[in-house]
């Protein structure tokens, strides 16, 4: 059951940074499948991020979901809030400052939220995201 709450956000810049960091690091450690990070800052008050990625299988997708939230536990002390794991279709991670969709790639294809959230920017802009250039400098 899903808390009314929500995640708490992070008060400076290189905390939402890190935490964006780190999100998308262990989901190139997990092999996560065409990860995209939208910046919402400035456009939306619900986060920061928002990272999409697909895994290759239900099983997949819930391993990282999981890791994800123990991960951002172990390094930030955040509770990751977390919806859709039992089914593991579409799995949502609220981190408060960056939320994550993780799905299986039929639905996401079918949800497309990448389009919905382009804010009018061109495709190529929105783009794949690495966690090579995700570090801070």
């Known amino acids: 059951m899903a808390s009314s709450t929500p995640a708490p956000r992070a008060s400076t810049p290189d905390e939402i940074e890190a935490l964006h960091a780190l999100v998308m690091q ?31 299988s239900t099983r997949q997708v819930a391993s990282m979901a999981g890791k994800l939230a123990e991960r951002i536990k ?47 920017d061109a495709p190529s802009q929105v783009g794949a995201f690495t966690a090579a250039n995700a570090r801070p400098a």
């Not at 092999?31 to 910046?39: D, G, K, L, T």
């Not at 859709?84 to 949800?111: K, N, Q």
């Open 26 to 56: 262990s989901l190139d450690d997990d092999q996560a499948v065409e990860a995209i990070s939208i910046p919402l800052a400035g456009k939306s008050s619900i986060a920061d991020y928002m990272v999409i990625a697909s895994g290759r």
């Open 74 to 120: 172990a390094e930030t002390g955040r509770i990751t809030r977390i919806e859709g794991l039992p089914t593991a279709d579409w799995v949502l991670l609220d981190a408060g400052d960056v939320i994550v969709h993780l799905f299986r790639p039929e639905v996401r294809s079918f949800y497309n939220l990448e389009r919905m959230w382009q804010f009018g």
